[in-house]
């Protein structure tokens, strides 16, 4: 590998993990507030390891999201609400207007999507 590239990859991969030991530090409770005023919902999965991330990001802040569970118990299939809001992927972020993130997105993201501001409080 060239070393410019191996650097570069370092470089990225110590700045995701910079970010996401800062975000367990902080608090989002505005932007978590806003979100949810704003009708955004994230549905995910109690299994799904980048729903347990965005969840990890938002910290206690979490709490203020609007989160619909899409897993049966057991992993025993999907929730009605979910088959009907043609879920197929998690954590798929829903705004307002109908459109939709799918993945893991960052505060920064949801923030510009809706127009919250990002300020921790």
Avoid at 70 to 96: D, H, M, V
Wanted: charged content about 20%; aromatic content about 8%.
């Amino acid at each position: 590998m060239r070393p410019v590239l191996s650097v570069a990859i370092s470089a990225a991969i110590a700045m995701l993990a910079l970010s996401l030991l800062l975000a367990g530090c902080q608090n989002y409770d505005k932007l978590a507030s806003c979100l949810s005023e704003k009708d955004v919902k994230m549905y995910g999965a109690y299994w799904c390891p980048h729903c347990a991330s965005q969840k990890e990001m938002f910290g206690s802040s979490f709490d203020k999201i609007s989160y619909v569970e899409c897993s049966l118990p057991n992993r025993g299939g999907q929730t009605e609400i979910c088959k009907e809001k043609n879920i197929e992927s998690y954590p798929t972020w829903e705004f307002a207007d109908g459109s939709r993130l799918v993945g893991e997105q960052t505060t920064e993201k949801l923030a510009e999507k809706t127009g919250c501001q990002l300020s921790q409080s």
